[in-house]
């Protein structure tokens, strides 16, 4: 009995030990300025804000990003002018990030995939991607991404998600991107 509760509680340690370094139990919510939106990051985030041109708007783009283990993850959104096309500027912002991970395109059958969630208007440029890249400094790297719309009043607000990781686990990408809530 006494080799069972030695091993009962060296399981019982581990498994607290694992669970403490485990992304999963860090999760945090992330307010943007000026919106409604909110998403959760497995890790304290770090927040830029810059004026950017945007599939050629000009916008105020918000990122919140950090390191999860190897995985780099990111939710960044901007807020178009009335009347901009919202499903053209998603457009160009798929193809400027897809260019800078030097994904190949056109993108493969089931590379791509609809991504709608409750609020989001229903524009065929909300997709999910997932293929592999390279990084700036040309080693491999696999991304996982969506981009959606959110109507805010007259205005539209553009959403984009991302893991970036050499194996990305699944349940990393999928709580991040349902975490993301108008």
Known sequence: MRIHSSALVASLFGALTLSACSPAQNWRDVAFEGSALKAQLPCKPDRTTRNVPLGGVPVELQVVGCESGAAMVAVMTASLPAGADASAVMAAW????????????????????????????????????????????????NMDAVWGALPEGERVRLV???????????DLANTLFDGIKP
């Open 94 to 141: 798929q193809k400027a990030t897809l260019d800078n991970a030097r994904v190949t395109q056109p993108l493969a059958a089931g590379q791509q995939q609809i991504w709608q969630r409750p609020g989001q208007l229903p524009l065929a440029t909300s997709v999910r991607v997932q293929a592999p890249g390279q990084r700036a400094n040309g080693e491999p790297v």
């Open 160 to 170: 984009h998600a991302v893991v970036y990781d050499l194996k990305i686990a699944a």
